[in-house]
């Protein structure tokens, strides 16, 4: 069960807490666990969204600073003080660098289990309840994988007073990249599966507040509909993984740092064939749901008002992302050789060599970065 704005469930063993000012039930929270020496980390970028304060002192965090420098940060918190649990209130990056120093913390000094508490503070945190964690190291070329136990949250909180303040462009990304999750996760759904069930809400969620969300600054409802549909996705995920697409989005941002947002907005489209395919009971279910003639245009219906707006500020092609300060193109077509290689042997997606090699990877990220539609043998 999920109910939101309530207290809710557990699926897979977290806790969740979805309501308007969640935050503010933090303490009663902790203590209903027995849990008196919680460090609280936040992002310092976002210390002025909360302007009722926080129950707690916390140490402020900047997230963009190096992965390194920031994990071992929170690893020197973690050993001055007597904790007996970790709050973070950061972006997805900032929540993978903070479990990450958490798993090197226990194993390194045989901690006892300290509980992790989670409040995204972005629409795209989709894997906050992922007890995995996918590294790249920029130095050695390759990806380390962390999966624990002790790296899925105890507790999600879901609050929309944190979603950091960005333009209405990035928002607009923010809510297609979702849409884009779902349908990536549904290309290995069973049709009316619980996770099924979840992506149906979470699509469903963004039709009707997605624009509102991501145009209307001050419309505080939507924006904690669109976080719903953000933790949606991930508790899919945290079933189903996620698919080549989701792969190929997340490793790419990871070697050339663009947003996933926006990588997620060129990828879809230009994915979209290869996504279909395979699971045509249950696309066609939701195209059913939505009154669409097909699943494609269930996609249009979904994503044309949000980004119809900002369509002129976003490029279509990987080819025109490029750096206004320096004119340099942020993907370049070693990313992508590098990324399909990383891709080709991500240990978590649904790839046969006899199905997909890795030379149809770079094929499929080289159609998206000239902003070619893919040939159909290639699909």
Same mark, same amino acid.
């Given at each position: ?5 309530n207290f809710t469930i557990t699926k897979g063993g977290i806790a969740s807490v979805v309501s308007f000012g969640a935050i503010d039930y933090l303490q ?20 002025? &969204?909360? #302007?009722?304060?926080?129950? /707690? ?8 600073? #190096? ?24 972006? #997805? ?11 090197? /913390? ?20 989709v894997n906050s309840a992922s007890d995995e964690v996918f590294f790249y190291n920029r130095d050695s070329h390759t990806i380390t994988h962390y999966s ?6 105890? !507790?999600?909180?879901?609050?929309e007073r944190v979603v950091s303040n960005s333009s209405a462009k990035e928002k607009a990304l923010s809510v297609v990249a979702i849409i884009g999750g ?15 069930? !979840? ?32 933790? &949606? &996705? ?13 792969? !190929? ?57 949000? &980004?119809?707006?900002?369509?002129? #500020? ?54 998206? /970065? ?10």
């Open positions: 069960m999920i109910h939101e704005r009663g929270l902790l203590s209903s666990a027995n849990l008196a020496h919680p460090l609280l980390l936040l992002d310092s970028h976002i210390l002025h &969204l909360l #302007q009722k304060g926080l129950p /707690f002192t916390p140490a402020l965090i900047d997230f963009n600073e #190096q992965s390194e420098k920031v994990e071992n940060e929170i690893e020197t918190l973690l050993s001055k003080k007597k904790v007996d649990s970790l709050i973070i209130i950061c972006n #997805q990056n900032g929540i993978d660098y903070a479990k990450i120093a958490l798993y090197n /913390f226990t194993k390194k000094i045989k901690h006892p289990h300290i509980p992790l508490i989670v409040i995204p503070t972005s629409y795209t945190a624990d136990p002790l790296l899925q949250p105890h !507790m999600i909180i879901i609050d779902l349908i990536d996760a549904l290309h290995h759904t069973p049709y009316a599966s619980s996770e099924y069930f !979840m992506a149906l809400e979470g699509l469903s969620l963004c039709k009707e507040y997605g624009y509102q969300a991501a145009h209307s600054p001050h419309d505080s409802e939507s924006r904690q509909k669109i976080l719903f549909a953000s933790y &949606l &996705l991930s508790l899919v995920r945290l079933q189903k993984k996620g698919g080549i697409l989701e792969a !190929m989005v997340d490793i790419l941002h990871k070697v050339s740092g663009v947003s996933y947002p926006l990588l997620m907005n060129i990828l879809l489209p230009s994915m979209l064939d290869v996504v279909l395919k395979g699971n045509k009971e249950c696309f066609d279910a939701i195209a059913t749901h939505f009154n669409s003639s097909s699943f494609i245009e269930t996609i249009q219906t979904l994503t044309n008002p949000i &980004l119809e707006s900002v369509a002129p #500020q976003i490029p279509h092609r990987l080819y025109d992302i490029i750096d206004n300060d320096s004119n340099r193109h942020l993907v370049t077509l070693s990313d992508i050789e590098e990324a399909s290689r990383l891709v080709f042997h991500h240990g978590h997606i649904s790839i046969h060599p006899s199905i997909i090699d890795e030379q149809d990877i770079i094929r499929y990220f080289e159609a998206a /970065f000239w902003g070619y539609s893919l040939p159909k043998e290639w699909v």
